[in-house]
């Protein structure tokens, strides 16, 4: 089942009587009546396929699902924030902000635009706060708005890895994951993890978003990405991400086969071609900054920006431009010999690889074994 179609109010009674352990404390708790939250469970137990609680003369005692459903639960309602919101108005506010008009909403929530309306409105009146304002024929999330959306992506995600736990729990080793990919990750180490991971969990689906930092770095804050794996970025970026290395990569000067350059080189001579390099901010942008800062003088012409490897590929074979990019990344190219190594960048130039994910971020087991997957892979290219 998708996560967008729990009971807010059922979900809430289940996480009461977790915590209080009776159906009377927990019906006070949440404001509801006792028949109210037994008839609550009973319908989220049979949504679920699972029992949540043992009924006992001295109150509820909870079962293992239970106890591994609860704290996602509870976290996603305290990003949810208000125990009047549906999942009807937090399905129609998400594929709003997605969407970023009522039309395109409502066809992506499968529903009617009036509808949609109404329920994004009863959401404003239930947070107490306009969610959206009108931009000529599209419209702008507000400032509070903007936020809202972004916790009620992270609220679906905790109870997405809830239920891959119930499922792991009934034994079915089912789910998905979702991988941000930075280009470096995809020449090897993403290829290789993913597939050494299949072999033990083969019913797991996993996703890759291929983009940059700056693509991936929202939908990892918005919970839509579990892990991003590629340069890391300077911490300053934010204590809410976490960045775990997992090795230093040191780039070398790559050109077509048969450049000018590929028997030999100075500093002068790298400055008198053009290179391809990402946009300024980029970790390998910097990088070759500092190596020109090492060899003195003036900065080369960069008259071509791209992270794409493919369109970077093309344009070495094509001409005499340089790149500065990780063996890794043009391997068969150069084992095609369309490409050469004319040598590796001069001075202490290295990036750090690794892991990027949410800090308050709390993985599934299936999530955690990814990972695990790729650091055994960085170990094995490593060694």
């Given amino acids: 089942m998708n996560p967008d179609q729990f009971n807010i ?11 209080q352990g009776s159906v009377s404390l927990a019906a006070r708790a949440v404001n509801l009546t006792q028949p ?75 529903v009617t635009e009036p509808s949609l309306h109404r329920a994004v409105g009863d959401l404003g009146l239930a947070m107490g706060y306009r969610l959206a304002d009108r931009r000529g024929r599209g419209l702008v999330l507000t400032r509070q708005g903007a936020v809202l959306a972004r916790r009620l992506r992270l609220a679906l995600a905790e109870l997405r890895s809830g239920l891959d736990e119930l499922a792991e729990l009934k034994g079915q080793e089912s789910g998905r ?31 890759v978003h291929e ?37 230093e990569d040191r780039p070398t000067i790559l050109a077509r086969a048969g450049h000018p350059l590929a028997k030999g080189w100075d500093a002068d001579a790298l400055r008198r071609y053009p290179w391809i390099l990402p946009p300024e901010g980029a970790p390998l942008r910097r990088l070759w900054r500092h190596m020109f800062e090492a060899l003195g003088g003036d900065l080369p012409a960069v008259p071509i920006e791209c992270g794409s490897v493919m369109t970077i590929r093309e344009l070495l074979v094509s001409g005499d431009y340089l790149t500065m990019l990780s063996i890794d990344q043009l391997a ?28 308050d ?18 170990a094995d290219i490593n060694s």
């Fill in 36 to 110: 109210a939250v037994t008839q609550g469970i009973a319908k989220l137990e049979a949504q679920l396929g699972l029992t949540l609680f043992e009924r006992q003369p001295g109150g509820m005692a909870p079962t293992e699902a239970a106890i591994r459903f609860a704290p996602r639960v509870e976290a996603a309602l305290r990003l949810i924030g208000s125990s009047r919101v549906t999942a009807a108005q937090i399905r129609a506010f998400v594929a709003l902000a997605q969407a970023g008009s009522y039309a395109a909403a409502a066809a992506e929530a499968r």
């Fill in 211 to 247: 983009g940059s930092h700056a693509e991936l770095v929202g939908p990892l804050r918005d919970g839509e990405v579990d892990m991003m794996i590629g340069a890391l970025r300077d911490p300053s970026i934010g204590q809410d991400l976490d960045q775990r290395p997992l090795f």
């Fill in 9 to 19: 109010r059922h979900l809430a009674a289940m996480a009461a009587v977790v915590e």
């Fill in 332 to 359: 068969l190219e150069l084992n095609a010999g369309l490409v050469t190594d004319i040598g590796p960048a001069p001075g202490a130039i290295s990036r750090t690889i690794g892991l990027t994910t949410r800090a």
């Fill in 361 to 378: 971020w709390r993985p599934t087991r299936l999530q955690q074994r990814f990972m695990a997957a790729v650091e055994t892979e960085v």
């Fill in 177 to 207: 994951i979702v991988v941000g990919a930075m280009p470096l990750s995809r020449a090897r180490l993403l290829p290789r993890a993913i597939s050494a991971f299949r072999k033990d969990f083969p019913q797991v689906h996993i996703s």
